[in-house]
T-cell receptor, first 112, second 114 residues
Framework: DAGVTQSPTHLIKTRGQQVTLRCSPK?????VSWYQQALGQGPQFIFQ???????QRGNFPDRFSGHQFPNYSSELNVNALWLGDSALYLC???????????FGDGTRLSIL | SQELEQSPQSLIVQEGKNLTINCTSS?????LYWYKQKYGEGLIFLMM?????EEKSHEKITAKLDEKKQQSSLHITASQPSHAGIYLC??????????????FGKGTLLTVNP
């Protein structure tokens, strides 16, 4: 039973570029959340997708957008990258509101 | 100030010793989750606590939720080098129990010396 899988594992971009990160949820999970984790900090909630719609959003600018597909997989898009976007981006999936979120290994994004 | 405060920030213990990590919320806790993270990797789910007074154990790790104090503790008995890592508490403190959005503490870095 595969857990949450994310791709790519590492990514290097330059300022101003755009990036797309991908996430496949754990089997049986229909809800996907994205988090940003800066070095030495806890994860910060970006947004959550359920039934292909953004259900809740954290305090992140519109440069951060996402999508959920009919097979429950999800993408995180970030436009106009700047140095402060360098972080570990984590995807988490869950099977319902009363179930824990399970995390993938993350995508390490570095902005030069 | 941080909505979820973890203490201590870091901890170094000798193998075999017991230890406790605390997580205190400035807001009402609707659910409290403990995760473990190896540096630069994903979070591994440990335990979920949803009711005041609830206590759960898995192997040598026990977590308790004190709803009145808006606090949770994670206790490790007879620590082993495999327990080393970053322990994070996450909680639903703004979604009213929906578990939509988890807020995390900054984590506690645990080192276990053999």
């Amino acid at each position: 039973d595969a857990g949450v899988t994310q791709s790519p594992t590492h990514l290097i971009k330059t300022r101003g570029q755009q990036v797309t990160l991908r996430c496949s949820p754990k089997s049986g999970h229909d809800t996907v959340s994205w988090y940003q984790q800066a070095l030495g900090q806890g994860p910060q909630f970006i947004f959550q997708y359920y039934e292909e719609e953004e259900r809740q959003r954290g305090n992140f600018p519109d440069r951060f957008s996402g999508h959920q597909f009919p097979n429950y997989s999800s993408e995180l898009n970030v436009n106009a990258l700047w140095l402060g976007d360098s972080a570990l981006y984590l995807c988490a999936s869950s099977a319902g509101n009363d179930q824990p979120q399970h995390f993938g290994d993350g995508t390490r994004l570095s902005i030069l | 100030s941080q909505e979820l405060e973890q203490s201590p920030q870091s901890l170094i213990v000798q193998e075999g010793k017991n230890l406790t990590i605390n997580c205190t919320s400035s807001k009402t806790l609707y659910g409290l989750y403990w995760y473990k993270q190896k540096y630069g990797e994903g979070l591994i789910f440990l335990m979920m606590l949803q009711k005041g007074g609830e206590e759960k154990s898995h192997e040598k790790i026990t977590a308790k939720l004190d709803e009145k104090k808006q606090q949770s503790s994670l206790h490790i008995t007879a620590s082993q080098p495999s327990h080393a890592g970053i322990y994070l508490c996450g909680a639903d403190i703004s979604s009213g129990g929906s578990n939509y959005k988890l807020t995390f503490g900054k984590g506690t870095l645990l080192t276990v010396n053999p």
